[in-house]
């Protein structure tokens, strides 16, 4: 006899995903973007009146056009009056805080419907604006009350780290994707051919998903070797090695309790249960981390999701990594305990023939990466890969920031074995976890922690990461040919060198 179900648990009953790549296809505004991806996770669900019958409509922070309520704008082309409007602020991990924080309201009875949106439309607007054209989207009135604002609005980096150029992403991550090849002890060719495997694999898999942006699998030689389509952004990323933002793309995710599921008339076989949400944040500045490789908010997020879900990594079937970069799918998957932190074994990545790869979706360079909602499309295609393998158990996670905030997610057709969903933010550990100082005003002689070159218009310059004697850690830079020439070819990663009031790294 199959076991009664809490008609509070939390199930993703509908999904949608909408991409508009033809260009004499009429391209959609983000809030019409979100609003059809909605319509077609209505139509997903198999239910009826949904979509009018939301509790909550929240939607994910968008770039490419500016609503003064887009929670409100998206509850209106639904025919929603929800008694909650709500909008993330910008970080790639809140569509997953969004979803954990979703389904906790619905276990506790605060809500039974509960829709999730973002979408956005960069590649429309990037062309209009080529052209010198502004477009003709829908705008709010300065009367329109603003949304409930979800996430944490401090700035990223401090004055002294943007002064620094700690600031872009795509100059962060080229540092962790070094120090993480120091740790492991590859070399600078066997590292190369490393990270080429791993996206190679994931350009796999987005060659089979019809939700892709690009689906032509390349190998690895194609994605990190710099040519004129695959120039070299940061050292070790060429651009295919980085998130693809140029893309229009909507994605949605219903979620509701068993009950209301029930009262929509939703098949059985349209249900994904979730079973255990984690949520935390690394120290917020990078300067204060212990290291560069490392993430103890997703190890202890992750830690909380597997013991709430009652499973471990081997029970896992499918994953899907948050994947800006290689270096976050890298840490990830050792945060997770999926690869142990020594291993150097490419096949291990989710190289091609791995048992497991590290995404559903393809990724964030090949699936596309529109901004802060990349994390919808990956639970959406999570949601369908496992109702088509009914019973096995799906693992999604969501990365803000510079591997900064976090957020794990498990589920699986078949109910769970707690009997109710269950949500963990262990903030308090990670705060009281070791932290570095750092030295700004430092002169003398440094270790080399990380180094990275950063390629721009018609120069290039290095960013590079030091500690002091004390251990503090001290942000520099070199404009020097030979110095940038060893960073890309040799390993600087222990290396003495000397800095200079002005940052000006020399190697002794």
């Not at 770039?63 to 509850?75: E, G, I």
């Not at 984690?278 to 103890?296: F, G, M, Q, T």
């Given at each position: 006899m ?6 509070r648990l939390?199930?993703i009953?509908?999904?949608g995903?909408i991409m ?8 959609l505004?983000?809030a ?7 319509r077609r996770a209505?139509?997903d669900?198999g ?5 009018t019958?939301?509790?909550q409509?929240l939607?994910v922070?968008?770039?490419?056009w500016?609503y ?12 929603a009056s929800p008694?909650r409007?709500a ?9 997953g805080?969004?979803?954990?924080r979703a ?9 039974d419907?509960?829709v999730i949106?973002g979408?956005e439309a960069?590649r429309t607007?990037s062309?209009l604006?080529?052209a ?8 709010q009135?300065d ?5 409930e604002?979800?996430?944490?609005l401090r ?5 002294m780290?943007s002064?620094r150029?700690?600031?872009l992403p795509?100059h962060?991550?080229?540092?962790f ?10 070399s600078?060719?066997?590292h ?7 996206w190679s694999a994931f350009s796999e898999?987005?060659?089979t ?15 990190t ?5 695959n120039r070299m952004?940061a050292w ?5 090695l ?12 219903i ?13 059985r ?11 935390a944040i690394?120290?917020?500045n ?7 490789c490392?993430s103890p908010?997703l190890?202890t ?5 597997y013991?709430l879900a ?21 840490i990830g998957?050792?945060e997770?305990g999926?690869?142990?932190?020594t291993?150097?074994n490419?096949?291990?990545w989710?190289?091609i ?6 995404t559903?979706t ?14 919808t ?11 088509d393998?009914?019973g ?5 996670t969501a ?5 900064t905030?976090?957020a794990?997610?498990?589920a699986?057709?078949e109910p769970?074995?707690?009997r ?9 550990e990670?705060d009281?976890?070791p932290?570095?100082d750092?030295?700004d005003a430092?002169?003398?002689?440094v ?12 120069s ?6 030091t500690?002091?004697p ?14 940038m020439n060893?960073?890309?070819t040799t390993?600087?990663v222990?290396?003495?060198a ?9 190697l002794?």
């Amino acid at each position: 006899m199959a076991l009664e179900l809490d008609p509070r648990l939390p199930i993703i009953v509908g999904t949608g995903q909408i991409m508009i790549r033809d260009a004499a296809t009429e391209p959609l505004e983000p809030a019409e973007l979100m609003a059809e991806a909605l319509r077609r996770a209505e139509t997903d669900s198999g239910g009826t009146g949904l979509l009018t019958s939301a509790d909550q409509v929240l939607t994910v922070s968008e770039l490419s056009w500016r609503y003064r309520n887009p929670a409100l704008a998206v509850a209106e082309r639904i025919g929603a009056s929800p008694r909650r409007l709500a909008t993330s602020v910008v970080g790639g991990n809140l569509a997953g805080v969004m979803v954990a924080r979703a389904a906790a309201d619905i276990q506790a009875g605060a809500a039974d419907v509960i829709v999730i949106t973002g979408g956005e439309a960069t590649r429309t607007r990037s062309r209009l604006r080529k052209a010198g054209l502004e477009p003709e989207w829908s705008t709010q009135s300065d009367s329109v009350v603003s949304p409930e604002s979800i996430g944490d609005l401090r700035p990223l980096v401090n004055e002294m780290e943007s002064a620094r150029g700690v600031q872009l992403p795509v100059h962060v991550y080229p540092l962790f994707e070094v120090a993480l090849r120091a740790r492991l002890g590859l070399s600078v060719e066997g590292h190369i051919e490393r990270i080429g495997s791993l996206w190679s694999a994931f350009s796999e898999v987005a060659s089979t998903n019809p939700n892709a942006w690009l689906r032509t699998p390349l190998s690895s030689s194609e994605i990190t070797t710099p040519s004129a389509e695959n120039r070299m952004i940061a050292w070790p990323y060429t651009k295919r090695l980085c998130s693809n933002n140029q893309v229009d793309q909507g994605a949605a995710v219903i979620i509701t309790s068993v009950a209301a599921a029930e009262r929509a008339g939703v098949p059985r076989d349209q249900w994904v249960f979730l079973h255990a949400g984690a949520e935390a944040i690394d120290h917020w500045n990078v300067s204060n981390r212990v290291d560069l490789c490392s993430s103890p908010a997703l190890r202890t997020a992750g830690r909380d999701a597997y013991a709430l879900a009652g499973r471990g990594p081997d029970d896992i079937k499918y994953f899907d990594l948050y994947s800006c970069f290689p270096s976050a799918v890298q840490i990830g998957a050792i945060e997770l305990g999926l690869i142990p932190a020594t291993d150097t074994n490419d096949e291990g990545w989710g190289g091609i023939g791995a048992s497991r790869p590290l995404t559903v979706t393809g990724g964030m360079t090949f699936a596309g990466g529109p901004y802060n909602n990349y994390v919808t499309h990956g639970l959406a295609t999570m949601v369908d890969t496992l109702r088509d393998d009914a019973g096995s158990m799906g693992l999604c996670t969501a990365n803000g920031g510079y591997t900064t905030e976090h957020a794990v997610l498990l589920a699986s057709t078949e109910p769970p074995s707690a009997r109710a969903y269950r949500h963990s933010n262990p903030q308090a550990e990670v705060d009281a976890l070791p932290r570095v100082d750092y030295d700004d005003a430092w002169v003398g002689e440094v270790v080399i922690e990380s180094a990275t070159v950063v390629f721009e218009d018609v120069s290039k310059r290095s960013l590079i990461a030091t500690r002091t004697p004390e251990g503090q850690r001290s942000w520099g830079m070199s404009t020097d040919a030979d110095f940038m020439n060893a960073a890309m070819t040799t390993e600087l990663v222990g290396t003495r060198a000397q800095r200079s009031a002005n940052g000006t790294i020399t190697l002794d």
